[in-house]
């Protein structure tokens, strides 16, 4: 199966997965959409984002018009954070989720993660990781290479070691 496959296989690519309060409680269906894609799920964390880790976290968006409504949508309630792996897993996730507004998705992807679950072009459901260096920025955020299972974070390419 997948997990044996990933286990024994080739090295995989990691990225970071994030559920949006808008979409927390779907996260049953969303957990199934990953495994569909063919990847799998590593770590898993409920959290809540202080102002703080938030504005970290989106960092890139600092300058932008939307990022204090950003920042205040993806603290106004719990986040699961995920590390997922499997071939190809920053694109795979990307693809999953669709556009980035929910409106277009619902037009131009609706199968869909923010097609079936976002409201608009802020509350979009989830996040995922754009690049390899993204995701190993956004992994050490939120499951720092000091604890857990698993090779550092810095890695590009990894697979879990311990199980
Ligand atoms: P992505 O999440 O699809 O990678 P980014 O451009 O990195 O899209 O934007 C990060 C997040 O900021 C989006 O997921 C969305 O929640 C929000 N956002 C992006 N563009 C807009 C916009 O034009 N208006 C309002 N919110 C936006």
């Not at 997922?84 to 897993?89: K, T, Y």
């Amino acid at each position: 199966d997948q997990y044996t496959a990933n286990k024994l296989g080739s090295k995989k690519e990691r990225t970071l997965a994030m559920i949006k309060p808008d979409a927390v409680t779907k996260v049953g269906d969303i957990i199934q959409m990953i495994y569909d894609a063919g990847l799998i799920v590593t770590k898993a964390k409920m959290t809540k984002l202080s102002w703080k880790q938030a504005g970290d976290f989106y960092m890139e968006h600092q300058s932008k018009s939307f990022f204090n409504n950003l920042v205040q949508f993806v603290t106004s309630g719990p986040v699961v954070v995920m590390e997922l792996m499997g071939d190809e897993a920053v694109s795979v996730w990307r693809k999953v989720l669709g556009p980035t507004d929910s409106g277009a998705a619902r037009k131009d992807a609706p199968a869909s993660l923010r097609a079936r679950f976002g409201t608009d072009g802020t509350k979009n459901a989830g996040h995922g990781s754009d690049s390899l260096a993204s995701a190993a920025r956004e992994l050490e955020l939120f499951f720092p290479s000091t604890t857990g299972h698993g090779p550092s974070n810095t890695a590009q390419y990894s697979y879990c070691t311990c199980c």
